[in-house]
């Protein structure tokens, strides 16, 4: 399997790391969506990240579908999600509110740095859509006694959750506050200490458009 993007990318990241815990070997093509964008193009017309081309070249596309194709694989006894029922549904919208908040904050950096004449309204209401999520996450993390989110075995929350506040951390100074977010900057710290999160990991570089 061939991995495309960059590890900056949350979403990179936590496919990336479900490759590694799942030990499923792959090829790593760090990929940029803007300097690298012509090569991505035959994989992925949307020129987007991650995209997963598989051993028969079939490619698949966007983080969470990919995620599901590797659950799949590995099976249900391995799958770091639930098969079925209330779990399964839990952790999809923990995954839900972490993928949304990365989106939200990749889109902040680009209204910061690639627009000159920048949308204070539009900043503003991603910033407010960030802490919520942030609220949220919070709230229900403080509440689990588990090491990670729902047991003491990691799963795909408690990696995508880690992935993006590593990035909102990196890509916004001041917009992570580990004093009103405890419980996830603790979650955070954990899942980082881990050799995959240390080993996959890439320091955030803004674009440039």
Partial sequence: MILIGQFDSPFVR?????????????????????????????????????????????????ST???????????????????????????????????????K???????????????????????????AVLDALEADRAGRKTTFWFSDKIGHADVVVACVIRFTREAHAGVFDARRWPALAAHAERCEALPPFREIAQPFSAPRG
Wanted: glycine fraction near 6%; aromatic fraction near 6%; include cysteine.
């Fill in 14 to 62: 936590r496919v990336a790391m479900a490759l590694r815990l799942y030990g499923l070997p792959f090829e790593h093509r760090p990929w940029s969506t803007f300097g690298d964008a012509d090569k991505i193009a035959p994989y992925n017309p949307l020129r987007r990240v991650p995209t997963l081309v598989l051993d028969d070249g079939e490619v698949l596309i966007e």
């Fill in 65 to 103: 579908a990919i995620l599901d194709h590797l659950d799949e694989v590995v099976g249900p006894s391995r799958a770091m999600i639930a098969e079925n029922g209330p779990r399964r549904r839990e952790t999809l919208k923990i995954c839900a509110l972490a993928t949304g908040l990365g989106d």
């Fill in 105 to 131: 904050a990749v889109s902040l950096v680009y209204e910061r740095l690639l627009h000159q004449e920048k949308s204070e309204v539009w900043m503003k209401r991603c910033e407010t859509q960030i802490a």
